[in-house]
């Protein structure tokens, strides 16, 4: 039997683990040491290698075999690519310092080009009704691309649109192949999927994102959206998509697959307003985007290319919050990653160096290095800058007074918390509002009936009924100033 | 160049670049005490005033050898928290202000540490609110010392001290480069502006060595703040190497960077940085 040659990477390491650098513990996870030579992961799992220059990316879940000698290295065959779809795989001698010790590691690993752009994104950035011939020639190389792998009997295995890629001129390049080993799935299949999904993406990107969104939830029925597809393609008069994902439903043979490729490729984009209706109604979210992979919180070296990231909002304190998928991150603005340790649902901008994040969990605030300095067990927490406080509410919907570090200010809780201004927060217990001030001191009881937050020096109250205002002292204003400012 | 005497016909100039953003409201250990960072900074630049005045006084009066600026940066503006831009000692000197009981560690010739509890008189008070405009302070503090630096061609240049606990949230570090360079370019007869950077190292920070004074073979703290401050920094004249080599025991040139030093070490540079003040007389 052909061993199972190594999918992503071949490393020369120690074989105790306790040896491996810290930050690469979580990134080569070696659970296996029994075999003679080798120790290999027995899980499935993401894998991104980098040195201090270059990011090797191994997009799809593998299982690692690593050897522990440069013998054993030598012992294995380096693929040589000769297929022009194929993406570049290289061996680098000495490349790395993957351990503790000052060897240098050497490392084979499909090597992502910085010019590569996944499937999804691809479609994104080319997606403009006025710029979507990239995508057409996306189709036409996907074709090309199964016609060859078809000649010549070339066998992925496990192809997704996950490691499917593109050159910026449109032409596909496969990550993380061959593997020899048992087939998960067919690769034409794969292909006439990806195929398809491209053309959704330039006719309508809303139906795309749907289906994307669709795709990666861990009910999902795949046959049925095919099915959704290829009704929406007849009612809208589109053949060869409504055709080709007939074909795939019905297990067609690749010849059959193949042509329709070609048929697809060939038909102009049309709008697919019924499909973008019909995922709705299975998303129950239109438009939320899939979680195609979520920022490593890894060390902060490694540099985020923001022509990647789905969404990329404006620096501000010099932090970038970027999004990839349904994850958010933070990188400096030249791309250095700030690491957070759980995976950010929900981001705000940096204000003097604190963010309020959302996660799994409930919301946090972090400071600049990605540090939690309110832990994310909260159900809401609102960030004052110009205060220099925040608030926050437990899941009891207890609210209180917290520092930039995370001390609790307020000794009183309350039952809601207003906007801090001027020095102070308005407050509601019960049905009464008081104010405390920044500093977490009850400046007034909970008297009054209404109360807002203070503006230019005064703020508006009502008690027992009588609407007045009071300034900074906690004073009511005098008539005459009364007068004056509801003349303004 | 850096030769000139401070005279009361050629003042010196002190600006003081003042970070009063939020995160200063960190705490910092400074002189055994827990205290936020703009506490430990108002403390300082009170009692580099202090020092100022103290060798400006003769017999009868404090005679007017310093114009000092201090600019506090914090929100979305940088402004003077003096009345005017700069300030004579002698106006300082005569402000009427609050006082303040500081508690101070001596050590006695014998080795012995005692506590000893003295006045000081406050024209700083701690703030830290907002964000970091280090930009604007720069380009703020640039006007100022040019209509110095054009009032007073013979004089000592102006010596800018910007205290901060960390990176500009108004500008990029290339921009903050171009900034401080035009800030360094200007000059009086008796040579360029120097620029004196100080980051406060904050209590929950990872702990580093202080650097203090760096020469060109000096590890920099892996950290991108440590190496901007360095690039901005002026180098330090020959007239500051003697009493610089005594504090760190390293050879010359040195740079005016103060790098994850405790505020101790503040107020010692602070003192190196009046050198020129030993010339008044």
């Not at chain 1, 902060?300 to 990647?308: A, E, Q, V």
Request: proline share 5%; aromatic share 8%; charged share 20%.
């Amino acid at each position: 039997m052909t061993p199972l040659l190594p999918i992503g990477a071949y490393i020369e390491c120690l074989q105790n683990s306790e040896l491996l650098a810290p930050e690469l513990r979580h990134l080569l996870p070696a659970d296996n040491f029994e075999r003679e030579g080798f120790f290999a992961t027995s899980k499935w799992l993401n894998f991104l290698l980098h040195d201090n220059e270059r990011e090797y990316i191994l997009t799809t879940p593998q299982a690692g075999q690593f050897a522990r000698s440069e013998r054993a290295i030598q012992m294995r065959v380096v693929h040589t690519r000769k297929c022009d779809y194929l993406a570049d795989c290289q061996y680098i001698p000495n490349a790395l310092t993957l351990f503790n010790s000052q060897a240098k590691s050497h490392l084979q690993a499909a090597i992502l080009q910085p010019h590569h752009t996944p499937l999804y994104d691809f479609v994104r950035r080319h997606c403009s009704p006025t710029h979507r011939a990239h995508l057409h020639s996306a189709l036409e190389s996907i074709w090309h691309c199964a016609h060859t792998l078809t000649q010549t009997g070339l066998r992925h295995g496990s192809l997704t649109s996950t490691n499917i890629a593109f050159t910026p001129e449109g032409s596909v390049r496969i990550l993380n192949y061959p593997i020899v080993g048992p087939a998960k799935c067919d690769d034409m299949e794969a292909l006439a999927k990806a195929a398809i999904a491209i053309y959704i993406g330039g006719s309508e990107l809303s139906a795309f994102k749907l289906l994307a969104e669709l795709s990666n939830t861990p009910q999902h029925n795949h046959n049925k959206t095919l099915r959704t597809i290829a009704s929406a393609a007849e009612h809208h008069g589109i053949g060869p998509l409504a055709e080709l994902s007939k074909a795939i439903l019905q297990k067609a043979n690749h010849s059959t697959l193949l042509m329709l490729l070609q048929k697809l490729a060939r038909e102009p984009f049309h709008p697919l307003t019924l499909l973008t209706q019909m995922l709705k109604t299975r998303t129950h979210n239109p438009l939320r985007i899939i979680p195609t992979e979520h920022p490593k919180q890894t060390e902060p070296h490694i540099k985020i290319d923001f022509s990647l990231c789905d969404q990329v909002m404006p620096a501000s304190d010099l932090i970038v919050r970027y999004r990839r998928g349904n994850y958010w991150g933070y990188a400096h603005y030249n791309g250095e990653q700030i690491g957070v340790e759980k995976p950010l649902l929900g981001a705000t901008d940096f204000e003097e160096g604190r963010a309020v994040v959302l996660t799994e969990r409930g919301y946090g605030m972090i400071d600049s290095k990605g540090r939690f300095v309110l832990g994310d067990h909260w159900s809401e927490i609102c960030w004052y800058c110009n205060e220099n406080i925040a608030t926050a509410a437990d899941n009891d919907g207890r609210w209180h007074i917290y520092d930039r570090m995370g001390h609790q200010l307020s000794a009183v809780a309350c039952d809601w918390m207003g906007d801090a201004s001027e020095g102070f927060v308005v407050a509601r217990r019960g049905n009464k509002y008081g104010y405390f001030s920044t500093s977490g001191h009850k400046r007034t009881d909970f008297i009054y009936d209404e109360a807002y937050g203070f503006s230019n020096g005064v703020a508006r109250v009502c008690h027992n009924g009588h609407y007045y205002h009071i300034d900074t002292s906690l004073h009511h204003l005098s008539a005459r100033l009364e007068h004056a400012l509801e003349k303004e | 160049m850096y030769s000139a005497q401070i005279t009361r016909q050629h003042k010196g100039a002190i600006l003081l670049l003042l970070d009063l953003s939020g995160s200063m409201a960190e705490r910092v250990v400074f002189e055994g005490r827990s205290m936020t960072k703009s506490q430990a900074l108002a403390e300082a630049v009170n009692s580099l005033i202090q020092e100022c005045i103290n060798r400006s006084r003769r017999e009868r009066s404090t005679a007017d050898y310093f114009d000092i600026g201090i600019v506090g940066y914090a929100a979305d503006e940088a402004t003077s928290l003096l009345k005017n831009s700069w300030q004579s000692i002698v106006a300082l000197d005569n402000t009427p202000t609050p006082t303040q009981s500081l508690r101070l560690r001596r050590t006695l010739p014998d080795g012995r540490s005692v506590e000893t509890i003295v006045e000081r008189r406050c024209w700083i008070e701690p703030e830290a609110k907002g964000r970091t405009p280090m930009g604007k302070a720069f380009q703020l503090a640039r006007r100022m010392c040019q209509s110095w630096c054009c009032k007073h061609p013979d004089s000592f240049p102006p010596i800018v001290i910007n205290i901060t606990d960390g990176e500009a949230t108004d500008a990029t570090a290339e921009e903050i480069g171009a900034l401080a360079q035009s800030l360094r370019s200007l000059s009086t007869n008796d040579g360029n502006l120097l620029l004196m950077n100080i980051h406060l190292a904050s209590e929950h920070d990872t702990p580093t060595e202080p650097l203090r004074f760096p020469n060109e073979g000096t590890p920099l703290p892996n950290n991108r703040h440590a190496q901007l401050l360095y690039n901005i920094s002026s180098p330090l004249p020959e007239l500051y190497n003697a009493a610089i080599e005594e504090l760190t025991h390293t050879p010359p040139p040195y740079r005016a960077i103060c790098y994850n030093a405790s505020l101790d070490e503040l107020v010692g540079l602070l003192a190196i940085g009046s050198l020129s003040m030993d010339r008044i007389i």
